[in-house]
């Protein structure tokens, strides 16, 4: 089996690619990767005999896929509301348009989504609720998934993903309590506290991706599911922080992404359920935090934090 991975340099491919290579069955693992942010979460695989690395910017129109693949993972993606509010035009052709040029390079595609794209939404979202993208990031992904459901192909739409990963990432909220909490600052600002949020652990989501690549069987359409462990809200992070810390929370209100999943879909389906809790996570990247002493550039002189 010859599998496509990109993004695998990521907060999520570098923990998935290495689970890959452990499987007999695997011939190849090809990640395409922009490098964005650096390569050392996956340069110790470089010499790996089933490993192949491959520097490409997807979505611009001059690469197309050989189909050699025979599953294709399409995580690359230009993440978050802030970074897509600013660079509209690069997270279209690597949100949207990379996807297309994708989903046709091997007959089983699996595209990574978001539960962000639920948006406000009052009652528990299950894969036929209505979506409600509340930001940039959000419709480019919504358009993403349109175009793979069309295709038959599969869509996972994840939870706030957390846990420690090769190539961390701090601009996610639990994520970022936790290296708060191994580095400690006087005050946090944390907006719209009520709202809820579905959270998964990355090693889980790379669980259900590997579900997915390694199913024999076909799938009965549409292709889509949730993947999450627990629905929080903000406050509860907050409860939890409280007891590894002395943080001061400031407690701003505000409309913003508001919503709980179920995942029972894949549960009832192929027996599907995330293991690791939000306790799990925020105790690992509190130990991880600590030992690497990360400071994320969002720090100011004032040693606020913003969430």
Known sequence: MRILVTGGAGYLGSMLVPRLLQYEEVEKVIVMDRLMYGGDSIAPLLNHPKFLFQEVVLGDGWWEPDNSYDVTIHLAALVGEEVCKHNKEEAYRTNFTSTVELINSAPKFIFASTCSNYGVCTKMADETTELDPQSYYAETKVRAELAVLEANQIVLRFGTLCGMSARMRYDLLLNELALAVANPIPSFEIRNPKAWRPYLHVVDACRAIELMVFRKNGFTPPNVFNVAYSNVTKEYLMT????????????????????????????????????????????????????????????????????
């Open 240 to 307: 939890l922080v409280r007891r590894m810390s002395t943080i001061h929370f400031d407690v701003r209100e505000g409309m913003e992404r508001d919503y709980k999943v179920t995942s029972q879909k894949i549960a009832k389906a192929f027996g599907f359920v995330a293991r690791k809790s939000i306790e799990d996570a925020l105790e690992e990247m509190r130990v991880g935090s600590s030992m690497t002493k990360y400071y994320d550039e969002r720090r100011n002189t004032n040693g606020w934090w913003r969430a």
